[in-house]
């Protein structure tokens, strides 16, 4: 079942609704395209001399100090990615420039430099919410993230992190063909640590990952990753949070592996200033196609406030595999990182994997 038209309803009218006052409180900052890695997967192409210098502290702010005071609501929060994040020198004097302002703030690594000298820096500093990437058991790990003993240091901070009860933590995986036969192994480790949640993703054929068929599960590895989630949601072996990401609507699969209906926020509660100033939703989207200004040109605000019209009128993406699909108005085309390029068709349509595998 795909679900009941009663909440399908339901769901589409909020999700109407939350486009029309598209609140933003989520904003992400690719403060550098430096890395220490080198990801098979790596959707912005990252290398470590970096493509981009990184952009200036006070530069993100002033951006940022457009957005009007009374138009950032409790739970607003700043999310710092990359490249890895951890590579400046800044980031504890920017936790603090935001707990002036009485914004949270988090960001997304890798995991090689969180020791615990880091953790209790970044802590001081007001640091609220973390995401570490683990992609594998060791071989997998480190083969997936171009680094030897990259599988070790993550763990170490894995495990910092999971004691740290005032953080929001959670745990990401990109599952790939690989990987796919280790996630129950995954999981037990996981679990054993205290992480309070684990997040899995698939990985979409951009950056490195085009051309590499290990990356890219097929429909029926694809249903497998499904059926694993709804396992572990429906029969839970430890206190972990077990969740698919939000890349596209699942059909059948919907309200089995997340805890909400597939909704894409980008450019609705969600935005990012990109290293060289583009304003834009998560940073995964293609930014040439979908980039609505710089804040070296425009006010972040006012962008936020009068652009982002492919996001919330996704009428475009009536295209190709989408444009006959009865599905349509729950999937509204998918993930907006699913669409690169010309924008002539959706990279991937979960919906449709799913369909070969009846219930």
């Not at 999310?79 to 935001?98: I, K, M, N, Q, S």
């Not at 995954?186 to 068929?213: E, N």
């Not at 209906?261 to 583009?278: E, K, Q, R």
């Not at 009536?318 to 669409?339: A, E, P, S, V």
Request: with cysteine; glycine share 10%.
């Amino acid at each position: 079942m795909t679900g009941t038209p009663i909440r399908d309803f339901l769901h589409r009218r909020f999700r109407d609704m939350e486009v029309r006052t598209h609140e933003l409180n989520y904003l992400f900052w690719e403060c550098t395209t430096r890395c220490n890695l080198h990801c098979r997967h790596c959707g912005s192409d990252c290398t470590a001399p970096g493509g981009e210098p990184d952009m200036p502290l006070e530069d993100f702010l002033r951006a940022f100090d457009t957005i009007p005071e009374r138009e950032r609501q409790p739970g607003f929060t700043v999310v710092v990615t990359g490249g890895e994040p951890l590579l400046r020198p800044d980031l504890c004097e920017l936790g603090v420039a935001l707990k002036k302002r009485h914004v949270g703030w988090g960001i997304v690594s890798n995991g090689w430099l969180y020791d615990r000298d880091m953790h209790r820096r970044l802590m001081e500093a007001g640091l609220g919410a973390l995401t570490i990437s683990l992609d594998g058991l060791e071989a997998e790990h480190d083969w997936m993230r171009g680094r030897e003993g990259s599988y070790g240091r993550t763990l170490e901070a894995i495990a910092i992190a999971a004691r740290e009860r005032r953080l929001n933590f959670d745990v990401v995986t990109c599952v790939n063909q690989r990987n796919l036969p280790q996630l129950q192994a995954i999981h037990d480790r996981l679990a054993a640590l205290g992480v309070p949640q684990w997040r899995l993703f698939t990985i979409i054929p951009i950056g490195r990952a085009v051309g590499q068929p290990e990356l890219h599960l097929t429909d029926e590895q694809f249903c497998q990753l499904m059926d694993f989630i709804e396992a572990k949601r429906e029969r839970p072996e430890s206190p972990m949070r077990v969740t698919f990401s939000c890349e596209g609507y699942l059909g059948r699969y919907e309200r089995r592996v997340r805890p909400n209906p597939y909704f894409c926020h980008a450019g609705i509660n969600i935005a990012s200033v990109l290293i060289d100033g583009t304003i834009s939703a998560c940073p995964n989207i293609d930014r040439q196609a979908f980039g609505q200004g710089n804040i070296y040109n425009d006010s972040l605000w006012e962008v936020w406030q009068t652009r982002f019209e492919p996001f919330r009128n996704r009428r475009w993406a009536r295209r190709g595999m989408c444009r006959d699909c009865k599905m349509f108005g729950n999937c509204l085309g998918g993930g907006m990182h699913n669409w690169h390029g010309d924008c002539a068709e959706v990279l991937n349509c979960h919906y449709r994997k799913t369909l070969g595998k009846g219930k």
